[in-house]
């Protein structure tokens, strides 16, 4: 393959490379031919870029500089149309109900190749662009740049087992259009203006007069419905008294309304397939199996076909760290939501699923290893562990930086980490920083402040950490691969989502 392209690599190196040092790196799964174009990633000390050769309709697709006898292409927007034109499995894909899938959240544009390399050989398929709106605004990002950088990603690694992309957590109508036009295959409808959390503290009369209040339509469609009726899911029966079935309406009848709207707004006559997904759990409202069950057939009657469901389970799901709760109660309400997504035909789905290690064999038991899982920071949590190890000073003052900031992301996040716990910085001794990435208090410091640590600047407005921290990440790039791997495979193997049948 590479002599197709010496000319242009020898060139390269000697244009783009000033030291020794730092050489060109050939990613020899990205290569590909098409009617006499050849085309392969390459990387130039830590700048990534495509080089063609040859000549052809892809050739003259590409958009660079002329080297030697071909060109040097830019990681653009523009060049990854062509290359999402000219390779298919460049492009997002929806998945269906019918695989287990994996939200990968690379806040990082960076992590992909690490992710893919976990999941690939696994009976799991990656959803690789994953971000939401308020990610995006916290890192300056948008939904372009996460749909580029995973479609680099997948040429560069040569993966041609089909990825998914999420537009996540999505609540405005303009930002489900503007994710819709730009090819996405997923999304995630975030319903938590519309759920009612006041609910929950008012009285039983309260809840009675307010639901006496609505249409006697409305009162009529679910009351004829619902009330002295039993439902049977699996092994367990559903039923609504008055009280349950007024309390169900007031939390979740507008989020209801919202769901079907959209669907059949956005989704019901697009030309392609796009994965469906509702998310009812960033509320304070736990959702009970009662109202899962409620919402699901709701959505049943109203023809709204959904691929995967996010209930708000019991206990807390915060960031970084493990399951805080009752692990029998979460176990048995676990399978009553895993019971009813089945009888739906959907999957049930998993948010702030990150580093849930207590509660992954649960979720794998009861799902049947078929559920969707969103996993996001932990993936810039093992980005920080690499540069801890490799970078310390870099480390170091990225640390103290988040502690002096850290209120400022509790308009964010919803974490309660002990920071007096993390043991000073001035006492550990520099081939121990990476240890930090295995305190629950300090993962969570790191988990919520990488908005601030990524987009901070000095007075000169030159960035204090992002460059030196992408430089250490690029030249390490095995480093935090491997770190991925190892991290995200651990997910999966609690989970029980082995490696395929046949494949050592």
């Given amino acids: 393959m590479v002599k197709h392209f010496e000319s242009v690599l020898e060139e390269l190196s000697q244009r783009k490379v000033p030291t020794s040092t730092e050489e060109v790196t050939v990613y020899t799964p990205s290569f590909e031919e098409h009617a006499g174009s050849q085309v392969v990633m390459v990387k130039s000390g830590t700048e990534k870029m495509i080089v063609a050769a040859g000549a052809g309709e892809l050739f003259e697709a590409l958009s660079g500089e002329d080297i030697g006898k071909g060109k040097v292409c830019p990681l653009t927007h523009e060049n990854r149309l062509v290359l999402n034109q000219f390779f298919s499995y460049t492009a997002p894909q929806a998945f269906g109900t019918d695989i287990a899938t994996m939200g990968l959240g690379d806040r990082l544009g960076i992590a992909s190749p690490g992710h893919i390399d976990t999941v690939k050989e696994r009976n799991v398929k990656p959803i690789l662009a994953q971000q939401s709106i308020r990610e995006l605004t916290l890192l300056n990002r948008t939904m372009t740049d996460i749909l580029d950088a995973a479609a680099f990603a997948v040429f560069q690694e040569g993966y041609k087992d089909g990825y998914g992309a999420d537009a996540d957590h999505i609540k405005l109508e303009s930002d489900i259009e503007h994710a819709l036009q730009l090819g996405f295959s997923f999304l995630t409808l975030d319903c938590s203006e519309q759920i009612r959390n006041d609910v929950e503290s008012q009285t039983s ?32 029966q559903i039923s609504f008294d008055q009280a349950n079935l007024a309390k169900n309406v007031l939390v979740y009848g507008e989020a209801i309304d919202f769901m079907e709207h959209v669907y059949h707004t956005y989704l019901q006559s697009l030309d392609r397939d796009v994965d469906f997904e509702i998310s009812i759990d960033e509320t304070e409202t736990v959702t009970s199996p009662e109202a899962h069950f409620f919402v699901a057939e709701e959505l049943r009657r109203r023809g709204v076909k959904v691929e995967s469901l996010a209930p708000r389970f019991c206990g807390e799901f915060q960031k970084g760290i493990d399951y805080i709760g009752d692990m029998d109660q979460f176990e048995k309400e676990l399978k009553e939501h895993a019971d009813i997504a089945k009888h739906f035909g959907y999957k049930l789905s998993i948010h702030s699923g990150s580093d849930k290690f207590s509660v992954f064999p649960i979720i794998g038991k009861y799902t049947d290893g078929l559920l969707h899982i969103k996993t996001a920071g932990t993936n810039w949590l093992e980005a920080v562990r690499v540069v801890a190890q490799e970078n310390p000073d870099l480390y170091r003052r990225m640390h103290v930086y988040a502690e002096e900031h850290f209120e400022e992301t509790l308009k964010y996040y919803h974490v309660t980490p002990d920071l007096d716990s993390v043991t000073p910085l001035k006492e550990q001794p520099d081939d121990q920083l990476p240890e930090y990435m295995n305190h629950d208090a300090a993962r969570q410091l790191f988990h919520v402040t990488y908005g601030i640590l990524l987009t901070a600047k000095d007075d000169a407005g030159n960035d204090l950490f992002r460059d030196e921290f992408f430089d250490t990440l690029l030249n390490k790039e095995d480093a935090y691969r491997q770190a991925l791997a190892h991290h995200i495979g651990r997910h999966l193997d609690l989970l029980g989502l082995s490696k395929k049948v046949g494949i050592e």
């Fill in 205 to 236: 009369d309260e809840i009675q007069n307010e639901f006496a209040s609505l249409s006697d339509e409305k009162r009529a469609y679910f009351s004829n419905y619902y009330l002295d009726q039993t439902f049977n899911v699996h092994e367990r």
